[in-house]
């Protein structure tokens, strides 16, 4: 750091009318190349501040825009998250360096100095800025003195890692989230937007939300303009969210369902109190999930009801017993459930403490004869699942209401190159769990139907009980 750094003038007042102490950057000569995002967020007061919208908007160059600006004029510590680390040194380290800091001219080894190995930078007046990915949230007890905080591309996080984090920082800082948004059940639109008016108002009296588009922006390229303006016209979906800024998700270029048809197969059966019959296909994981299902001899499937969200087997295990106590209950599911796990109580597997929760519940009438001893290899069970799936057609039924995760699922997985499910990319974004429960359920449940299609030339039974 320079023993004698540039101090710049202040020409903007405070909040109070009163120009801030310490050093400062001059606003003078800059208002035509401020962004609409940016006034919005430095009039903000609330300890929650959701910038949200769609691409191109300079949600993130608008907010790096201020913080700078902040930085200098009083002093902070300012801690930057990502989901990754790794993720930093592309995204807002280098936006940060390249384009915020040099916008109020500020220059490296003059105005801040910046540390590659701990992603830390110091300002001339002391503001510090700690550039942190979440991969460890416990590293985040030994971060104090925190005044603001930014989460970019905050629908990467989960909802636990966030309350971690929110746990972990102590005082009342400024917490700025960036983000696209994506589905309607994303626990960030539940969690910090106004159910009425989810565009224009926070939850609470906490929360600002700050809503943009590329139309917004008179920064933004021509080129971004007719990228957008093609998809206007060829892709509604897309340019509904990425351009737009509305919730919903992308179909992506190679779905892992590819026989899945919303319009077909989305509705609201009833449950069949006369049939003898329920079906229960599970996956365990960190939270725990079970599809509720009725089968009718390879003619017909409903699917009723998606449980998600707790790491409470025994509790799950006992509501869904107490309903269904009556009936013959088939299981299904994750055939990692057969070894016992942290997941479980001692060494015990998850699919013995199943079945010793649901006699304990009263029910006793139970088949565990189709949960595998091994899960199926992704690609296999994808081509297995299409084909039912078209098979089927408008005879497989998904609840709207009561398989929301499900409904999700089914357009987001996606698939590599050969047919495998990208289990990357629903690990990096929480997805996908109520879809492998699906995918559970079709393959073994209806195995001997896939059989009868005619399609086991390329794919024998063998293949389905691949570790």
Known sequence: MATAPRIPIITEPGPSGVPLVGPTVDVSKRGKRFLPVYHQIKRATTPYI?????????????????????????????LIIRKFATSLNDSVIAQFREEALPFWGMKE????????????????????????????????KSISGVTMV???????????????????????????????????????KAR??????????????????????????????????????????????????YGLGQFGLIRPENPYFTAYKPTLMLGEPVFDTAYPLVYISADF???????????????????????HGTSDLEGMCSALADRFKNYRIYFTGDGSGNNGSALTTGNASAWSLIEQHFRAAGAYHLDFASVPTGNPSTASSRHTCNALMAHFGGNLQ??????????????????????????????KHNYGHAGDT????LMHFELNTFERLGLMRKFSRASHQAA
């Open 50 to 78: 959701v910038n949200m919208g769609g691409g191109g908007s300079g949600k993130s160059y608008g907010t790096s825009q201020w913080l700078v600006k902040r930085l200098f004029s009083r002093k902070e510590k300012l």
């Open 109 to 140: 080894g003059v105005d801040y100095k910046y540390n590659k190995t701990n992603r830390t930078l110091l300002t001339a007046n002391g503001s510090q800025v700690l550039f942190r990915g979440l991969d460890n949230p416990e590293k985040f």
């Open 150 to 188: 930014w989460i970019e591309e905050a629908t990467e996080i989960s909802e636990k890692e966030f309350m971690i984090l929110d746990d972990r920082i102590r005082g009342t800082p400024t917490v700025i989230l960036t983000y696209n948004p994506i589905s309607e059940r994303h626990w960030l």
């Open 192 to 241: 910090f937007h106004h159910p009425d008016d989810p565009y224009k108002r926070g939850v609470n009296e906490d929360v600002t939300v700050i809503f943009s588009t590329y139309l917004d922006n008179p920064l933004v390229g021509e080129k971004y303009v007719k990228s957008m303006n093609w998809y206007r016209e060829h892709n509604p979906d897309h340019y509904r969210v």
């Open 285 to 307: 994981n960190i939270k725990n999930s079970f599809l509720v299902s009725q089968h009718y001899e390879g003619e017909r499937v409903n699917y009723y009801e998606m449980l």
């Open 398 to 427: 998904i609840s709207r209401s009561g398989c929301p995760l499900l409904c999700d699922d089914l357009e987001r997985m996606m698939a590599l190159n050969d047919g495998s499910l990208d289990k990357k990319d629903c690990n």
């Open 438 to 441: 699906m995918r559970y359920d």
